[in-house]
């Protein structure tokens, strides 16, 4: 039976879409702040969890807090290691309104250290106490997406297990607004230039210091107004644009192979065809750009354990 995966189309919810990018970076700066910097951003995302989104556990200086979306009761919810917790709703209001609410969550969970109020990675960076213009939140189109990010999220993790490397967590980036895997090669890379909208150039070169392969997931914006996959490398190698992926193209704007969601969506099989997207454009780079790859893909006890414990969950539970 053909596993159905829901309509996302950008037109159809960017108002809404727009909104929560807002309110996602307002929560996400306080993990930023609060977070020991790890490598590539890593400390700064946000994880596909049953609920919704979480940030998982931040640490304070005397416990830790978590802050989540949860996308069926629709509700930002703060909770910390003593037991407090606290909720705003998450509802069609103003980002300005929202970031008062979050201001006094912070203030209920005597939590300090918020250094500034602007938005990243967007060409508009009005600040989120003054932002009056998004608006819209609509539970049933949140929830839509959710449901997607789920699906995606599932193939993400199957993708990343099989990489022995250094490989990201699939996360999603709350200042571009993707949920991306990245694979590196372990070699360092050219000095990015270091250009993206309202962040810091140290931060670009930082997070480009090492080769990488990385694909993601993306809802669109004004300027490409479709929902896609991509898939890029840094630095490209010679040849990978030229390259002959199914399904996809090469997007020279934007300097990455793309595969729009309706074509995933539309397949007989939406998971393998996701798959073979990210395998294939992940296999061009490691072959173009000369990765060891018998140093990041080879490990026979992983092989053994995954198929072992693959083949206990198709059958019945057994004790072991």
Same mark, same amino acid.
Request: proline share 5%; net charge negative.
């Given at each position: 039976?053909?596993?159905?995966?829901?309509?996302?189309?950008?037109?159809?919810?960017?108002?809404?879409?727009?909104?929560l990018h807002r309110y996602l970076q307002v929560i996400?700066?306080?993990?930023?702040?609060?977070?020991?910097?790890?490598?590539?951003?890593?400390?700064?995302?946000?994880?596909?969890?049953?609920?919704?989104?979480?940030?998982?556990?931040?640490?304070?200086?005397?416990?830790?807090?978590?802050?989540?979306?949860?996308?069926?009761?629709?509700?930002?919810?703060?909770?910390?290691?003593?037991?407090?917790?606290?909720?705003?709703?998450?509802?069609?209001?103003?980002?300005?309104?929202?970031?008062?609410?979050?201001?006094?969550?912070?203030?209920?969970?005597?939590?300090?250290?918020?250094? &500034?109020?602007?938005?990243? !990675?967007? *060409?508009?960076?009005?600040?989120?106490?003054? @932002?009056?213009?998004? =608006? #819209?939140?609509? $539970?049933?189109?949140?929830?839509?997406?959710?449901?997607?990010?789920?699906?995606?999220?599932?193939?993400?993790?199957?993708?990343?297990?099989?990489?022995?490397?250094?490989?990201?967590?699939?996360?999603?980036?709350?200042?571009?607004?993707?949920?991306?895997?990245?694979?590196?090669?372990?070699?360092?890379?050219?000095?990015?230039?270091?250009?993206?909208?309202?962040?810091?150039?140290?931060?670009?070169?930082?997070?480009?210091?090492?080769?990488?392969?990385?694909?993601?997931?993306?809802?669109?914006?004004?300027?490409?107004?479709?929902?896609?996959?991509?898939?890029?490398?840094?630095?490209?190698?010679?040849?990978?644009?030229?390259?002959?992926?199914? &399904?996809?193209?090469?997007? !020279?704007? *934007?300097?990455?192979?793309?595969?729009?969601? @309706?074509?995933?969506? =539309? #397949?007989?099989? $939406?998971?393998?065809?996701?798959?073979?997207?990210?395998?294939?454009?992940?296999?061009?780079?490691?072959?173009?750009?000369?990765?060891?790859?018998?140093?990041?893909?080879?490990?026979?006890?992983?092989?053994?354990?995954?198929?072992?414990?693959?083949?206990?969950?198709?059958?019945?539970?057994?004790?072991?």
């Amino acid at each position: 039976m053909k596993k159905l995966w829901p309509d996302l189309k950008y037109e159809d919810w960017k108002d809404t879409y727009h909104t929560l990018h807002r309110y996602l970076q307002v929560i996400g700066k306080l993990r930023i702040y609060k977070s020991p910097w790890l490598n590539h951003s890593w400390h700064a995302t946000y994880y596909v969890n049953s609920r919704g989104l979480t940030t998982s556990a931040i640490p304070l200086e005397d416990r830790n807090l978590t802050i989540q979306f949860d996308f069926h009761h629709h509700e930002v919810i703060f909770e910390d290691s003593r037991g407090r917790s606290h909720s705003i709703p998450l509802q069609s209001q103003t980002v300005a309104a929202f970031y008062e609410k979050f201001l006094d969550a912070l203030s209920i969970m005597e939590v300090s250290g918020y250094i &500034n109020d602007y938005p990243v !990675e967007c *060409m508009d960076n009005v600040p989120f106490s003054e @932002d009056e213009i998004r =608006k #819209s939140y609509n $539970p049933e189109q949140v929830q839509n997406f959710f449901q997607v990010l789920v699906l995606v999220n599932n193939v993400f993790e199957k993708f990343r297990s099989e990489f022995i490397g250094k490989t990201s967590p699939s996360h999603l980036f709350w200042g571009s607004f993707d949920l991306a895997v990245t694979r590196f090669s372990g070699k360092k890379a050219p000095e990015h230039p270091g250009i993206a909208p309202h962040v810091s150039p140290i931060v670009m070169k930082e997070a480009y210091s090492h080769e990488v392969c990385s694909v993601g997931f993306w809802p669109g914006s004004e300027a490409y107004p479709h929902t896609i996959f991509y898939s890029y490398a840094y630095p490209e190698p010679e040849g990978f644009r030229e390259s002959v992926i199914e &399904n996809a193209f090469y997007n !020279e704007k *934007m300097g990455e192979f793309m595969l729009h969601y @309706d074509d995933v969506q =539309k #397949s007989d099989y $939406p998971e393998n065809t996701l798959m073979n997207f990210l395998q294939s454009s992940y296999q061009k780079v490691s072959e173009l750009g000369d990765w060891k790859i018998e140093k990041l893909e080879e490990n026979s006890f992983l092989y053994q354990l995954s198929k072992k414990y693959q083949n206990k969950t198709n059958n019945n539970f057994q004790r072991h």
